[in-house]
């Protein structure tokens, strides 16, 4: 009886830990896509990547390393981000990313006027 105690204890602690470490990520996200929303903003008005229909950048042909990695960098934040949305509303990564879909074409078609 003592050991399932233990173990009870153990796993609370574990769970409790994964729950801070989840939330330092989306917070380190969300800050990672504050910084480089200028970036994102140029990257979309040159015409060098759109917005795709599940929510993710998607990178023109032939776009150059640096871009490429600001791209890249940008859709693993939103997917950390849609994971965390998802989890909270008993969805799914891609029902929430293709709900964030609509939001960034609109402000993407906004920001090259």
């Not at 380190?28 to 929510?55: P, V, W």
């Amino acid at each position: 009886m003592k050991m399932r105690a233990v173990m009870g204890a153990v796993m609370a602690v574990l769970v409790g830990v994964a729950c801070v470490a989840q939330a330092d990520d989306i917070e380190a996200a969300k800050a990672r896509r504050k910084e480089r929303n200028a970036q994102i903003t140029q990257i979309l008005k040159a015409g060098d990547a759109s917005e795709g229909a599940d929510g993710y950048l998607v990178a023109k042909a032939g776009l150059d390393a640096t871009k490429t990695g600001v791209v890249n960098a940008e859709n693993a934040d939103r997917k950390i981000g849609y994971t965390a949305i998802a989890k909270a509303n008993g969805k799914t990564v891609e029902a929430v990313g293709k709900q964030a879909a609509a939001i960034n074409q609109a402000r993407a078609r906004a920001a090259q006027k």
